[in-house]
């Protein structure tokens, strides 16, 4: 009688508190452009989150995708299959307390770097060491916190960390050039000047998965032209994230800066800072090209050259405003690209360019626009995705990486 009386008291239980469901459906809606496969970001539902593990199943394919939460409430899949625009398709979220899915994405680190591939391919490195320029050149040269190399999927290195003539311009950078603080004029971009310095300062987290793999760190801006000495200007915060694709290369970076003390720092108008990146040095079109200014278009002698999203060369793409520039051409005779992406929620967006007419860099430059300021307690927020690949460059597969991020899809809870 006792047995019953608790097994009757345990069905109420359950009844009155029924256990939260472990699965959620929903839809993609592809809304009016064509999708095709990349990263979709989903939050996850209350009663989701204390799962150990969520996967997304379709249920047409039954085919099992992995997730990878970005935080508590967000996770992250990728497309299984293009979807074409009008279209929807339906999935489903599921807890799962099986071990996470085999990993793709790697992160590498030690004492000098951080790196991050894609199954056995490299895809960048991340210097927290000071690396010193080549032998023969001055020491003021030396830098950390840049990326350099990139690779493309083939293996080709895209980037040039310390290019002869330009030993300032670092891989994949985030500098200011013409700026005012505290009456000051300190140059963070180049380093000739000795006026100012962009340095690594620490590893927050790091973390390889599934789906992507990513890291976080920490910089600070120096204004090294007081005579008080050095002076923390900005402390910036770098978010990787490279996901798990090997046919390309697409990763994101997140960058915040926030004023280090009750300082602003000011953007005076200016023609280039902020988020560049260096070309491979064969790429560079030669100083004839860069006396006359009329370097080629899509091939020259470096064969290599930049394309927007608005159809505009190296000439005539400068100081526009375009969603993505494309710089391509061939190292060692193979065939890459890069094709750098700006956020909608950047400042200016689109924000203004500067593409050099010889050298193969460029950078996403909002000062061309006009003066700005970094303040204290506003922090300075911008978001940009890269894409990598061999091969000659496909406009419309890139404008559908762009509209995947500039527009993603719709999620609908069913």
């Known amino acids: 009688m006792r047995l019953a009386f608790y097994l009757l008291l345990l069905l109420l239980a359950t009844y009155c508190n029924p256990r939260p469901s472990l699965e959620r459906a929903f839809e993609l809606h592809a809304g009016k452009y064509d999708r ?14 204390k799962v150990g593990h969520v996967l997304v199943m379709n249920p047409k394919t039954n085919q099992t995708i992995p997730v990878q939460r970005i935080s508590t409430d967000e996770s992250c899949f990728l497309l299984d299959q293009p979807l074409k625009a009008g279209e929807k ?160 290369f697409l990763f994101d970076l997140e960058s915040v800066h926030n004023c280090a003390t009750d300082s602003s720092l000011v953007m005076p108008e200016y023609r280039y800072g902020g988020m560049g990146i260096r070309g491979n040095s064969q790429w560079f079109e030669g100083e004839e090209a860069f006396k006359d200014q009329q370097a080629p278009n899509r091939q020259g002698v470096g064969q290599g050259g930049f394309y927007t999203s608005e159809g505009k060369d190296r000439i005539d793409g400068n100081h526009t405003r375009p969603y993505w520039v494309l710089i391509d051409g061939t ?56 894409l990598v690949f061999n091969g000659e460059p496909d406009q419309n597969f890139i404008d559908g990486v762009w509209k995947n991020y500039s527009e993603p899809v719709e999620i609908v809870w069913k």
Not at 366 to 380: D, H, L, N, R, T
Request: with cysteine; charged share 20%.
């Open 36 to 49: 095709i496969s990349g990263p979709i970001r989903i939050p996850i539902p209350e009663e989701l989150r």
């Open 89 to 248: 398709r339906l999935y489903h979220l599921r807890g799962s307390e099986k071990k996470t899915p085999p990993l793709k994405a790697h992160i590498h680190q030690n004492g000098d770097a951080i790196s991050i591939s894609v199954v056995d391919k490299k895809v960048l490195r991340y210097h927290t060491a000071e690396v010193m320029p080549p032998e023969g050149n001055p020491a003021y040269y030396r830098k950390s916190g840049f990326i350099h190399p990139i690779f493309s999927p083939g293996g080709q290195i895209i980037t040039e960390g310390f290019p002869e003539g330009h030993m300032h311009q670092h891989g994949f950078f985030f500098a200011w050039v013409n700026t005012v603080f505290e009456g000051r004029t300190p140059d963070f971009w180049n380093q000739h000047k000795q006026s100012g310095r962009v340095d690594h300062e620490s590893v927050v987290d790091t973390t390889s998965g599934p789906v992507f793999a990513t890291f976080t760190t920490t910089l600070v801006h120096k204004d090294i032209s007081g005579e008080q000495g050095p002076k923390n200007v900005l402390n910036e915060t770098w978010t990787i994230r490279v996901y798990a694709l090997e046919e390309v």
């Open 331 to 386: 190292i060692d005779q193979v065939p890459v690209g890069i094709v750098s992406m700006g956020h909608p929620d950047n400042f200016r967006y689109p924000q203004p360019v500067r593409i050099h007419p010889s050298m193969p860099y460029f950078c996403f430059a909002p000062m061309v626009a006009g003066e700005f300021a970094i303040e204290p307690e506003k922090p300075y927020h911008s978001k940009y995705r890269f």
